[in-house]
């Protein structure tokens, strides 16, 4: 295939893919008399901040719950999936081949079909409206994808470190503490970018669980969207907000971020 | 000496399940616990904000069968999936085959295509709901380049061809395909990696060979590469199935259920009918279905993903 026509197609992709950002970057920063409709796709004539002035001061509370959200839900899920995936890659039991599928099923269940009875659980243990509950929620719903990854990753460590390890008479707990837990440098990277993009970004549990004051950064972003009185500057200038901190971690770590996403669709 | 080396045996035996208890319990509650009481709750009578557990059969089901808006969302969902996933197969496959021919700037290519999967499916509806505007957005654009008829995007109310089927008009939505254009915008990168790993895997030496043998670049893909692709390409249509199945928050933030019901989903309608309307017992119907359809994809991969394992 000629080699201008491939770089002239992913060009006008590429262009695609980044017009919704043009968009969504000119309008934020641009002062409410020039947004018009016909003015949409035109360059402000100056820069404004007074649209992330307005979002940041509506937004403010919720990025802060979703910081205590995300932080705390990540670092969970990741040591239980750790030690999950550790045992289930490493040590045989009686039904731990079935165990695992039934584990994984809980990762493509709609939430829809468990999100009733959470509520009333939350209600009754007391966590309902309030972040540790939301991060419960996280850090149980994540175990099947964290278990997943990390098993995968520790499939790949040989045999042979544990079989000697066990001969020098380390235990279970032993050998994943100074053997495995010390190679899972970049496993822990690979699942604290998945679970804090999905902590992070996640709706259906934040929506339905938390009310006005104890809602994460994406719920409060969806009401200022859908109130009539906000300028379209100050809604653009909320969404960049809300994105910005899983935007950081994947221009930083994108490498991890697409393995992430690879580990955690193919199985084996 | 010889007891005490055997109980360090038995405890090392019952040692890993000690580990996952914790988890195994946690699942077993809030996952398979809790889609019984769902399924419990979806034969009840609690369609108010007082509970009521009275058991009324399939009555909640039979219900929904017959309803205009559950009908429409099945439609929906099924026009929704046929074009979010073919169209996302087709771009990934596409930019993924491009992106392999040994180009520079791979890296900044691939980052572009993945970036949009960083985002909050909130924030893509925040936004796509702006550029697809009526009145505004691509339409002022396409108005530049002398299109007459502008594209009504998500407010259309047509459904084409219009069949008579049960209460609804059967068809497709043209509404859904502007949530469709969302949905490829954030997904089709998704599908790219996993078609560019997949690639990638492929050893240099088989083309090499059947380069040899005289076989066209053209006959390369047609004949050996893309044939190899199909196991990406079922895993990745059951990736993106499961989530279109249950596709909530774009939805929601984008279009909400739409004039009659032209963009609603069944995770729409659950979330309406339970948390705005009290309908419990409905709203768990509604997610039951929900989880029947996956299961109907999810189970079967699993177990044969676990089979391969085995063997």
Excluded: C
């Excluded at chain 2, 969302?73 to 026009?79: G, I, K, Q």
């Excluded at chain 2, 083309?207 to 044939?227: N, S, V």
Aim: charged letters at 10%; glycine letters at 8%; zero cysteines.
């Amino acid at each position: 295939m000629n080699r201008t026509l491939i770089y002239l197609i992913l060009l006008v992709f590429a262009v695609i893919f980044l017009t919704p950002v043009y968009v969504v970057l000119i309008t934020s920063v641009k002062d409410v008399s020039e947004i018009t409709l016909d003015q949409m796709w035109k360059l402000p004539k100056t820069i404004e901040f007074g649209g992330y002035i307005e979002a940041f001061k509506r937004l403010e509370p919720s990025f802060l719950n979703s910081i205590y959200l995300a932080i705390p839900a990540t670092v969970l899920s990741s040591l239980l999936g750790s030690l999950n995936g550790y045992i289930l890659a490493k040590w045989r039991f009686r039904g731990s081949e079935v165990l695992f599928p039934v584990i994984l099923f809980g990762m493509f269940i709609p939430y829809q079909s468990i999100l009733i009875p959470l509520i009333e659980f939350l209600r009754i243990i007391g966590l309902y409206n309030t972040i540790p509950g939301l991060i419960l929620v996280h850090v149980i719903y994540g175990i099947p994808i964290t278990t997943l990854i990390f098993r995968n990753y520790y499939v790949s460590i040989p045999d042979a470190i544990l079989e000697s390890a066990k001969i020098d008479g380390s235990g279970i707990f032993g050998i994943y503490r100074y053997i495995f837990l010390p190679l899972s440098i970049s496993g822990f990277v690979v699942v604290g970018i998945w679970q804090f993009t999905s902590v992070w970004n996640e709706f259906l549990f934040a929506v339905s669980i938390t009310t006005s004051g104890n809602q994460p950064i994406m719920v409060a972003l969806q009401n200022l969207a859908g109130s009539q009185i906000v300028q379209w500057n100050v809604q653009m200038a909320g969404a960049v907000l809300a994105a910005l901190p899983t935007l950081v971690v994947y221009i930083l770590l994108g490498r991890y971020f697409i393995r992430g996403i690879l580990a955690g669709s193919v199985k084996g | 000496m010889s007891t005490g080396a055997k109980k360090r045996w038995s405890f090392e035996k019952v040692a890993p399940v000690l580990f996952l208890l914790p988890s195994i319990i946690a699942i077993g509650i809030f996952v398979y616990g809790f889609i019984g009481w769902t399924a419990y709750a979806s034969l009840s009578a609690w369609n108010s904000i007082v509970p009521d557990f009275t058991f009324v059969g399939l009555k909640n089901y039979i219900f929904l069968f017959h309803d205009f808006r559950f009908q429409s969302d099945l439609r929906n969902t099924l026009f929704f999936t046929i074009f979010f996933i073919g169209i996302s197969i087709v771009i990934g496959l596409g930019l993924a085959i491009l992106i392999d021919q040994k180009i520079k700037g791979e890296t900044f290519f691939r980052n572009i295509f993945i970036f949009p999967m960083a985002l909050s499916l909130v924030v893509t509806g925040v936004v796509w709901q702006w550029l697809l505007n009526p009145s505004t957005g691509v339409n002022l654009i396409l108005k530049k380049l002398g299109v007459v008829h502008l594209p009504k995007w998500f407010v259309d109310t047509t459904v084409i061809p219009k069949i008579h089927w049960g209460v609804i008009s059967f068809g497709i939505p043209v509404a859904i395909l502007a949530v469709v254009i969302a949905a490829v915008w954030q997904m089709s990168g998704f599908t790219m990696a996993m078609y560019l790993s997949s690639l990638r895997a492929i050893p240099d030496e088989l083309k090499e060979a059947a380069r040899i043998d005289g076989a066209t670049e053209l006959q390369i893909y047609r004949k050996i590469i893309l044939p190899l692709m199909w196991p990406v390409t079922l895993s990745t249509t059951i990736i993106l199935a499961h989530i279109s199945l249950k596709i909530f928050d774009l939805i929601y933030t984008m279009t909400g259920p739409g004039a009659g019901f032209v963009t609603d989903v069944p995770g729409v309608y659950m979330f309406e009918t339970t948390f705005r309307g009290n309908h419990y017992a409905q709203g768990t119907a509604i997610a039951v279905i929900m989880l029947i359809f996956i299961s109907l994809i999810i189970v079967p991969y699993l177990v044969s993903s676990s089979r391969k394992e085995a063997e």
